[in-house]
């Protein structure tokens, strides 16, 4: 390897960044994975993890509040997943045993976090954003879309106005947790794998 001297593959205005996104590196020669497939695999990836951190972060906030705090929040399901299997098991006229209920709801649980992984990638190609930028706005997404509308309106969760603030704040910050943790793995996957291309913003974007 050539450490004293730019490399031929390297020009200066296609930068890499570390995992953290702050200090620009070599980019390597070697491209395995570049642009959608880049974003699904790695995002999918990044995603599993974000959903793990996720889990923590909620049920580690969840004991830290008071017991006062939470009687004031709605009796509900254990998880969301769960809730979602038990509507749909009723949509469909369908009873399922107590073991494959927990079995399809993790299964669920699981395949909403990977899925919203590779939209991390889109947002950092098409649209350029930091890291920070791209894992806080698919935090935010998340907050609205599915636990602030979706959720409550599908009767998955009880109305919002059930839950006190610290409730809301809670579920806001387990999004957020995993849209850091997609960008921080995301991030150190892309470096690791030596596909920069996906990273970069595409012709045309904004």
């Known amino acids: 390897m050539n450490r004293g001297g730019s490399s031929s593959g390297t020009t200066d205005d296609e930068p890499r960044y570390h995992a953290s996104g702050l200090?620009?590196?070599?980019?390597?020669?070697?491209e395995p994975f570049s642009g959608l497939a880049a974003d699904l695999i790695?995002?999918?990836?990044?995603?599993?993890?974000?959903?793990?951190?996720?889990?923590?972060?909620?049920?580690q906030l969840w004991r830290a509040?008071?017991?006062?705090?939470?009687?004031?929040?709605?009796?509900?399901e254990k998880s969301t997943a769960r809730s979602l299997v038990r509507l749909l098991c009723h949509l469909l006229d369908l009873s399922p045993d107590q073991r494959r209920l927990?079995?399809?709801?993790?299964i669920v649980?699981?395949?909403f976090g990977l899925g919203w992984g590779p939209l991390y990638?889109?947002?950092?190609?098409?649209?350029g954003l930091h890291p920070v930028s791209a894992g806080l706005c698919i935090g935010a997404?998340?907050?609205?879309?599915?636990?602030?509308?979706?959720h409550p309106q599908l009767g998955v969760t009880p109305p919002n106005s059930a839950y006190p603030v610290a409730g809301h704040l809670r579920?806001?910050?387990?999004?957020?947790?995993?849209?850091a943790s997609v960008a921080f793995v995301a991030e150190g996957l892309y470096e690791a794998m030596g596909s920069s291309e996906s990273r970069k913003p595409s012709a045309g974007s904004a």
Request: aromatic share 6%; with cysteine.
């Open 42 to 59: 790695i995002g999918a990836a990044a995603g599993c993890v974000g959903t793990w951190v996720t889990d923590q972060v909620q049920y």
């Open 23 to 30: 200090q620009p590196v070599e980019r390597s020669n070697l």
């Open 109 to 111: 649980h699981q395949g």
């Open 65 to 76: 509040a008071s017991p006062s705090a939470q009687r004031r929040e709605p009796a509900n």
């Open 171 to 179: 579920r806001l910050l387990g999004q957020l947790a995993y849209g």
């Open 141 to 150: 997404l998340l907050t609205v879309l599915v636990d602030e509308v979706a």
């Open 121 to 127: 990638g889109f947002l950092r190609r098409k649209l």
């Open 102 to 106: 927990e079995t399809v709801s993790e």
